[in-house]
T-cell receptor, first 115, second 115 residues
């Protein structure tokens, strides 16, 4: 079946502009995660959605970052007033906990470049 | 917070050689996952481990959940050029109280295979 998809695959923006990144999780997966990966680094947790529960926003680096998940499926990560340090690959993952354990399945990522 | 130490950071091996990498944590985990990431792609799940002492294989890959629950290793036998990439370990600590099933990721092992 279809995996996690993300769009756009690449985004170049100017400092100060807002950007929206989209994630389509695997159909039926109840949990959705956003991560950030800087060049040559590991994955930094940003935010987690599980069903209808309130999201865990503990990883968001500043109030310029927000995310929503509509209808328990598609999610959008929004970065307002982008800064150069926001440049990174933003990865989305979904899982079907608990039925399939805690394994998360990742999308290809969106590479964000802030000029 | 939780710490995951993954080693080695990088390795160069000859095609056909076996490879071993490991992760150790500062706390007890009840889930260990191993991912591979190719350039420009999202991490792909290789093996999931849910029980201390568990040994699981996926083709030429074998991973084990350490009996202390603080470590895991991944072995690749008879390496081939397509094994090149970055391998990440990830773990989940059920006792952290995070409540959001956050995975803690290692910083990755970059594998290069010399034909």
């Amino acid at each position: 079946g279809a995996g996690v998809s993300q769009s756009p695959s690449n985004k170049v923006t100017e400092k100060g502009k807002d950007v929206e990144l989209r994630c389509d999780p695997i159909s039926g997966h109840t949990a959705l995660y956003w991560y950030r990966q800087s060049l040559g680094q590991g994955l930094e947790f940003l935010i987690y959605f599980q069903g209808n529960s309130a999201p865990d926003k503990s990883g968001l680096p500043s109030d310029r970052f927000s995310a929503e998940r509509t209808g328990g499926s598609v999610s959008t990560l929004t970065i307002q007033r982008t800064q150069q340090e926001d440049s990174a690959v933003y990865l989305c993952a979904s899982s079907f906990y608990p039925q399939q354990g805690l394994a998360q399945y990742f999308g290809p990522g969106t590479r964000l470049t802030v000029l | 917070g939780q710490q995951l130490n993954q080693s080695p950071q990088s390795m160069f091996i000859q095609e056909g050689e076996d490879v071993s990498m490991n992760c150790t944590s500062s706390s007890i985990f009840n889930t260990w996952l191993w991912y591979k990431q190719d350039p420009g792609e999202g991490p792909v799940l290789l093996i999931a481990l849910y029980k201390a002492g568990e040994l699981t294989s996926n083709g030429r890959l074998t991973a084990q959940f350490g009996i202390t629950r603080k470590d895991s290793f991944l072995n690749i036998s008879a390496s081939i050029p397509s094994d090149v990439g970055i391998y990440f370990c990830a773990g989940y600590d059920a006792y952290s109280g995070a409540g959001s099933y956050q995975l803690t990721f290692g910083k990755g092992t970059k594998l290069s295979v010399i034909p």
